[in-house]
């Protein structure tokens, strides 16, 4: 069984950074491609970034391209979302996720483990 825990949300203003953490358990980390969604209150759950399992392959949605980097360490069973810039409509629960297929999937329901999310609010 895998579990994910997200650690590193919190509250920043409007162009400042966080760097979000999630910790895998287990010894198979490197044959999942990993993944970062984000729920808003009343929203759907949508896809910011995936990384394949080496960690040498990166997806991102249009609406983080260029402000959040998703990056992966397999010695140490961790993926990491580092989120720069950040705007009032970044604020989400934002979760990791563990995927079995080999492509870099954008939708949810590829992703077999999630954790149990972090909250991330930006102030305007």
């Known amino acids: 069984q895998v579990q994910l825990v997200e650690s590193g949300g919190g509250l920043v203003q409007a162009g400042g950074s966080l760097r979000l953490s999630c910790a895998h358990s287990g010894r198979t980390f490197s044959m999942y491609g990993m993944g970062w969604f984000r729920q808003a209150p009343g929203e759907e759950r949508e896809f910011v970034a995936c990384?394949?399992?080496?960690?040498?392959?990166?997806y991102y949605a249009d609406s983080v391209k260029g402000r959040f980097t998703i990056s992966r360490d397999n010695a140490k069973n961790t993926v990491a979302l580092q989120m720069n810039s950040l705007k009032p409509e970044d604020t989400a629960v934002y979760y990791c996720?563990?995927?079995?297929?080999?492509?870099?999937?954008?939708?949810?329901?590829?992703?077999?483990?999630w954790g149990q999310g972090t909250q991330v609010t930006v102030s305007s």
């Open positions: 990384i394949s399992r080496s960690g040498t392959a990166t």
């Open positions: 996720a563990a995927t079995s297929t080999g492509d870099l999937p954008s939708v949810y329901n590829a992703y077999r483990y």
